[in-house]
């Protein structure tokens, strides 16, 4: 394989830019040109595709969000615009393309592998929800997860000064790994993820028996695939002896320089997926288990759905009341 590209799709997250870097210096070392692609599916289809120099990736490991920009692309869902975007890859004499994102990311590199055979690709993980089949952690889940600890610590300040209780909505989409693990690492006192729901009236007591045992405060996590932490602390107040106010951290997840494990995460998953091009795979996505690196198809990530852990969550419930 003489040329790749590399392109990063969907919700940007800590730790693209060490992927990138990754793919591209490992892919240098094996003598491989390297392309980026800016803007994902749209840069691919608009054909705003450039060479990456060495220097293009030097001082980048530490940098939050994605230098190759990202973007949705609703055109990509049609085999005619994919032909486009295979015909700019074909120009430049592009072979394999490396596609950092979720499953959204993996379904249109599924369909341009399927549809262009000579155009081998794989995908790396990178989404903060961590909520990819195929991989124990996403690139930039840790990060985010280190964000919403900082956030907890300072909320718990506030809480406990005014003996409140607060609602912290998480990001997540659909999946509760985010929530689940600040309520783990953060001493929450509730959670509500969508795996398993929740019992509003059951929190209530709980809280109420923690009052008139002295506790000062609480701070519930709420996952945003469950509902909105307004409307859930909106239905909760008048069954409670605490006043109530609500935080949704939002994007402030997505960002930031990538903690050490993110960055090692995307270094070794980087390299891989070149080394797999270079062997010659096609549409397959890498990950890592049990500190093991793996491979699987892409439709893998979504014909499978990444299940929270049982123990983990049980866990989190009793150490919450």
């Known amino acids: 394989m003489k040329s790749i590209a ?19 210096k490992y892919a240098f070392s094996k003598g491989v040109k390297v392309f980026g692609i800016r803007r994902g599916y749209t840069g691919m289809l608009n054909d705003d595709i450039f060479e990456i120099e060495p220097k293009d990736v030097s001082g980048i490991i530490d940098r939050g969000g994605t230098m190759l920009l990202t973007a949705r692309c609703m055109e990509f869902h049609e085999a005619k615009h994919r032909q486009i975007a295979a015909d700019n890859l074909r120009k430049r004499e592009i072979e394999g393309v490396v596609v950092i994102g979720g499953d959204g990311s993996y379904r249109g590199a599924k369909n341009l592998s399927d549809e262009h055979p000579d155009i081998k690709i794989v995908g790396i993980p990178g989404t903060i929800d961590n909520d990819i089949a195929g991989t124990d952690n996403t690139i930039g889940f840790d990060t985010a997860l280190n964000t919403v600890l900082e956030a907890i610590a300072k909320i718990r300040d506030t809480a406990t000064s005014h003996e409140r209780t607060y609602f912290l909505e998480v990001m997540g989409r659909g999946s509760g790994e985010l929530a689940l693990y600040s309520c783990l690492a953060g001493g929450g006192d509730g959670l509500f993820i969508p795996e398993k729901g929740f019992a509003m009236n059951d929190l209530a007591d709980v809280i109420n028996t923690r009052r008139k045992k002295g506790k000062l405060s609480d701070l519930v996590i709420i996952s945003e695939g469950t509902g909105s932490a307004t409307e859930i602390a909106e239905r909760l107040k008048n069954k409670i002896n605490s006043s109530v106010r609500v935080t949704i951290l939002g994007h402030v997840q997505r960002g930031g320089s990538p903690s050490a494990m993110d960055r090692i995460l995307a270094t ?18 890498v990950g890592i288990e049990s500190n093991k690196l793996t491979t699987y198809p892409l439709s893998y990530s979504w014909e499978n759905k990444k299940v929270i852990d049982d123990k983990d969550y049980e866990l989190a419930i009793t150490l919450a009341k």
Not at 271 to 283: C, R, S, V, Y
């Open 6 to 24: 590399i392109l990063t799709s969907g919700g940007d997250s800590p730790g693209m830019n060490t992927a990138i870097r990754a793919a591209a």
């Open 268 to 285: 070794k998953l980087g390299a891989f997926a070149i080394e797999e091009l270079i062997n010659g795979k096609d549409g397959i996505m």
